[in-house]
Nanobody, 116 residues
Framework: QVQLVESGGGLIQAGGSLRLSCVAS????????MGWYRQAPGKQRELVAA???????NYGDCAKGRFTISRDNAQNTVYLQMNSLKPEDTAVYYC??????????WGKGTLVTVSS
């Protein structure tokens, strides 16, 4: 079984920065992709950013130009650096992991609240 534990969420003022981390543990197969999704109240879950095993990143429109995703394959960890945060970035941020056999795992989420 694979467990994903997110950290780094919290309350931040608009314009500030936060860095989210997600560590995978357990019976970890080779990880293909790791990423971050978010879900705001009353809205669907959306892609924030994802990164392949080789380091190729992909960003959702909500993140382009402000957020940066990175990963440490040796530590089974993915990071999300979020800058210039806006109140509309308020959401629960979920870590996602996809294996090379396309098994899909999710963390329980970390809440980010951006005040105006």
């Amino acid at each position: 079984q694979v467990q994903l534990v997110e950290s780094g969420g919290g309350l931040i003022q608009a314009g500030g920065s936060l860095r989210l981390s997600c560590v995978a543990s357990g019976s970890i197969p080779i990880i293909k992709d790791m990423g971050w999704y978010r879900q705001a109240p009353g809205k669907q879950r959306e892609l924030v950013a994802a990164i392949t095993f080789g380091g190729v990143s992909n960003y959702g429109d909500c993140a382009k130009g402000r957020f940066t995703i990175s990963r440490d394959n040796a530590q089974n960890t993915v990071y999300l650096q979020m800058n210039s945060l806006k109140p509309e970035d308020t959401a629960v941020y979920y870590c996602n992991l996809v294996t090379f056999t396309y098994a899909n795992y999710w963390g329980k989420g970390t809440l980010v609240t951006v005040s105006s």
